[in-house]
């Protein structure tokens, strides 16, 4: 008799091969889960940060003309609620806010604040009421009336969103109802079948019984791993269930230890939920990265203008209107993209809501990349009597200001803020996303050395009624007039801002649509200003502690110099709360899309889009060849 090698020996090779293959397999989706997003092409890549923060009393407007709207203006609950002051960690960021006025009258100082030890007393102007244009009908909550949770589903949705973040509203959103009966009992008998094997096999005389119950699992399994849906299921499962039914009931009959089975059904469940947690990172994954790169169709429009534009001849509109761009008298606006499409229905919106658009000007920044796309966009297509200036910010930084030294264009930052209440902690906290300047902001007044005022609009901002009363604010002595936001005050992130001066009751602000001085801001030194907080929050050799900087920098820079616009001016949150209705979407002055769920993405929210994509640009040759459809 020959002697053969053993079995074992000649597949170990092949076996450790596959086991390091299924090893890999599990390492690399995990791997892309730390590693935040590829480098893919991305388009406004904003920072994810988290704030934690307790919540406040109700917050008194200081002479806002309508309570209701301004309760509204941090997109939360109407009350809110005073928790222990307590330190806070900054992990990402965006929010929202409201504003509208089209009559401006003159605003009434209020009284001094008696200075308080180691605090600067800050002057708050006082609202003037305003004339809106809403429906008398239309209730001013502009949320919808939410479910009624209970305490273990609010902490599991919080705990989601300190996690997932927006990717928790989205998966609720869009979670799918299992209606398959069958595949649930299948599921369902499974689980008891594999919970009462083990004991079973380990019983003396019950052989038959055990192998039953292994193939009955065993065919489970398989009919599972085919089938998904009722539909798919094949037409002999009726004989399977009744077969598993029977062995299952003959080995419930059996003696077996109790804490055996206990054991197992606990380990299968252990074994479910990490299986659901992995699948949901996963899932998280697909979605974040979904919302921070370009679609590819996007990406192909972007490089069918830059390639268009080298080969024809060049269509430059601005030789007939680049008198315009440094008139100071013109009503001047910046905008801050680096997505065609966005700054597209920017300015088409804006001009479309105007009366009056023959001294308008839009100043298109964008990165040196996207500015030959961003130029032929502008060439091919007009907006009434309104100029357009696209501008490589990049270049104009490098060549003008190197000290400067930030010459990367960075888009206005977001960050999701948490707020709960301590006092009442099965509450349902609130995710916002609170927007403010990127540090390319703030280099605005030396690139437009000739200009007075101007009015900055963010790439995801939608007009929807005629702003041009802006122009005639009289901001006093303030520099930048933006949104308040109360639903966080400065006292909170005492351990972000260290141990500068500051007033602890000072709100946060909003970008979006902001009103500029640009001599006022001259006056008040706010680029040199800024500088020097960059030098004492930033960490300009890592990009991501850069861009964080950009909070505390923002808030800090403009705390006495802001001017607060009504809040009814932006409806903001439409980028990740599905909850406003849709008549206040109609009624507002205009749309503010800030959060994870930009409109120009398929994963944006499909009631609210439709109000961007009416102001998209149509019949447009290269969105056709490169099937752009928002």
């Not at 170990?12 to 092409?41: D, E, M, T, W």
Request: net charge neutral; proline share 6%.
């Amino acid at each position: 008799m020959k002697a053969t090698a053993p079995p074992a020996k000649r597949r170990r090779g092949p076996r450790l091969a596959v086991l390091a293959l299924v090893f890999c397999s599990l390492l690399v989706p995990i791997a892309f889960l730390f590693n935040r997003f590829p480098a893919v092409y991305v388009t406004d890549e904003r920072p994810q940060q988290e704030i934690n923060l307790p919540s406040f009393d109700p917050i008194e407007s200081g002479g806002s003309v309508n309570e209701d709207v301004s309760k509204k203006s941090s997109g939360s609950s109407s009350v809110l609620h005073r928790g222990i002051d307590s330190d806070l960690s900054i992990v990402s960021p965006k929010p929202k806010a409201i504003v509208f006025p089209p009559k401006i009258q003159q605003e009434v100082p209020p009284p001094k604040v008696e200075p308080k030890p180691e605090v600067k007393p800050v002057p708050v102007p006082v609202q003037v009421p305003v004339p809106v244009h809403h429906n008398k009908n239309i209730n001013l909550d502009n949320k919808r009336p939410p479910r009624v949770q209970s305490a273990d589903e609010v902490e599991k949705a919080k705990a989601c969103q300190l996690e997932f973040g927006s990717y928790c509203l989205w998966s609720i959103e869009h979670k799918e109802v299992m209606i398959d009966a069958i595949v649930k009992r299948l599921k369902d008998q499974l689980f008891v079948a594999r919970s009462y094997y083990p004991s079973i096999a380990k019983l003396k005389g019950k052989e038959t019984l055990t192998r039953e119950l292994k193939q009955n699992i065993q065919e489970h399994e398989r009919v599972l791993s085919e089938s998904i849906v009722d539909a798919d299921l094949p037409s002999f499962i009726k004989t399977k269930i009744e077969r598993m039914d029977q062995s299952i009931a003959r080995a419930k009959s059996c003696i077996v230890d109790c804490n055996n089975v206990d054991r197992k059904l606990r380990q299968i469940l252990h074994m479910t939920e990490d299986e659901a947690h992995f699948h949901m990172k996963q899932s998280a994954y697909l979605y974040n990265l979904g919302v921070h790169t370009m679609p590819k169709s996007h990406h192909c429009l972007n490089m069918r203008l830059t390639v268009e534009y080298f080969k024809s001849m060049p269509l430059d509109p601005n030789d007939s209107s680049a008198h315009k761009f440094n008139i100071p008298d013109n009503r001047h606006y910046v905008i801050l993209s680096k997505n065609v499409l966005a700054a597209s229905v920017v300015i088409n919106s804006t001009v479309s809501s105007s009366e009056d658009t023959e001294n308008v000007v839009f100043h298109v920044l964008t990165d040196a990349q996207n500015f030959y796309a961003m130029k032929h966009w502008f060439a091919r297509n007009s907006y009434r009597e309104s100029a357009v200036n696209v501008i490589n910010y990049e270049q104009i930084i490098f060549e003008n200001f190197p000290e400067f030294g930030t010459q990367q264009l960075y888009l206005p930052e977001e960050f999701r803020v948490f707020i709960s209440s301590l006092e009442q902690p099965t509450e349902k906290s609130r995710m916002e996303y609170l927007s403010v300047f990127s540090h390319s902001h703030f280099f605005l007044a030396e690139i437009f050395k000739d200009l007075k005022k101007v009015i900055v609009l963010d790439d995801d901002v939608v007009v929807q009624r005629d702003i041009s009363f802006l122009w005639n604010l009289d901001m006093g002595d303030k520099v930048n007039g933006a949104v308040r936001f109360c639903g966080l005050k400065l006292g909170q992130l005492r351990n972000l801002l260290g141990r500068t001066m500051y007033d602890q009751q000072s709100c946060a602000w909003m970008s979006g649509v902001n009103v500029i001085d640009l001599d006022k801001w001259r006056d008040h030194n706010v680029t040199e200003n800024y500088l020097q907080l960059l030098r004492k929050f930033g960490n300009n050799d890592d990009e991501a502690s850069l861009r964080a900087s950009a909070l505390p920098v923002s808030l800090l820079s403009f705390q006495h110099l802001l001017y607060p616009l009504d809040e009814r001016l932006t409806l903001s949150g439409l980028g990740y709360d599905y909850g406003i209705k849709e008549e206040v979407v109609q009624s507002s002055a205009s749309l503010h899309y800030n959060g994870n769920m930009k409109p120009w993405l398929e994963l944006g929210i499909p009631d609210y889009r439709k109000y961007w994509k009416r102001f998209l640009t149509r019949d447009e040759r290269f969105m056709d060849e490169c099937n752009v459809s928002p």
